[in-house]
């Protein structure tokens, strides 16, 4: 089945770092989706991406889908304390497969 | 107003009991999912419900059966509860079926079997 390998697994910036993080899919699909998560809530899009090659910015957040349609990079820059949280790649149109997610940590 | 619901937040319950989780959607939508995210966070497709029909079923044990009294609602029942079953339960909603469209998820239900 489909899977998607995220990384890293986590981070651990400065208040102020930029912040990368990519996945990468073994199929190729026609959606790239980043989610964030907040301790005790569930997820929410950050950016929908839906062609190859797109660039996609929502604020200091941008995201990629890769020409190869099989990786996707999301970019957060000068980060702030609220960024902390889970950020999720997911693939599909109904049935989303997630990526193992990245945990942002940032030390004010 | 809140926009996807699910009750209640917390239940622990001992193993082989039943239990029912129930989720609420405000936004119109027609299609309604079921996800499970375990202790590594990982999140993982359940059930997908269209105007109360069931068009997704992944590889789910039998004890789970979810129930959709109509397009605003989907609940989880499980019966005979196993340890393993210790996870977060997240309800999502979306407009329509075809291509993506995007799921907005509830606050999810953490769920400790003992």
């Known amino acids: 089945g489909q899977q998607l390998n995220q990384s890293p697994q986590s981070m651990f910036i400065q208040e102020g770092e930029d912040v990368s993080m990519n996945c990468t899919s073994s199929s190729i699909f026609n959606t790239w989706l980043w989610y964030k998560q907040d301790p005790g809530e569930g997820p929410v899009l950050l950016i929908a991406?839906?062609?190859?090659?797109e660039l996609t910015s929502n604020g200091r957040l941008t995201a990629q889908f890769g020409i190869t349609r099989k990786d996707s990079f999301l970019n957060i820059s000068a980060s702030i304390p609220s960024d902390v949280g889970i950020y999720f790649c997911a693939q599909g149109a109904q049935k989303l497969v997630f990526g193992q997610g990245t945990r942002l940590t940032i030390n004010p | 107003d809140t926009a996807v619901s699910q009750t209640p937040k917390y239940l622990v319950t001992q193993m082989g009991n039943d239990k029912s989780i129930k989720c609420e959607q405000n936004l119109g939508h027609d299609t309604m999912y079921w996800y499970k995210q375990d202790s590594k966070k990982f999140l993982k497709i359940m059930f997908s419900y269209n105007n109360k029909e069931l068009i997704i079923n992944e590889t789910v044990p039998n004890r789970f059966s979810p129930k959709s009294p109509d397009k605003a609602h989907l609940n989880l029942h499980i019966n005979s509860l196993e340890l393993g079953d210790s996870a977060v339960y997240f309800c999502?909603?979306?407009?329509?079926?075809?291509?993506?469209?995007?799921?907005?998820f509830g606050p999810g239900t953490r769920l400790t079997v003992l």
């Open positions: 991406l839906y062609k190859a090659g």
């Open positions: 999502a909603s979306s407009s329509g079926t075809g291509g993506y469209n995007e799921q907005f």
